[in-house]
């Protein structure tokens, strides 16, 4: 963890990236390719979704609140806040 922020690695290796499409829907973030400002929204979400949380220091729990981000951001889901606000609901559901 540097200076108190999650970061968000991806790599082509652990993602699937043989569709751009779910459910015959294109995805703004689609499986597998992330660009810059991709990224930026995501590391947003995730870093006010850990802090909220109380879990910034605990690895895998943010590693588990990436997981759901992301799994949101697959939808299309591109509005930081919006991405937050799910991560934080599901994250504290499955307490």
């Not at 499986?31 to 879990?55: R, T």
């Not at 889901?77 to 499955?94: G, M, S, W």
């Amino acid at each position: 963890m540097i200076s108190g922020k999650i970061s968000i690695v991806m790599s082509a290796s652990t993602l699937p990236c043989n569709r751009a499409t779910v459910d015959g829907t294109t995805m703004k973030f689609p499986i597998g390719s992330y660009d810059n400002a991709n990224i930026d929204i995501l590391q947003a979400a995730l870093n006010s979704a850990c802090e909220e949380l109380g879990v910034s220091g605990d690895t895998k729990k943010c590693e588990a609140v990436a997981l759901l981000i992301l799994g949101y951001a697959r939808t299309g889901q591109t509005d930081v806040n919006k991405l937050t606000a799910y991560a934080i609901e599901r994250f504290e559901c499955a307490l």
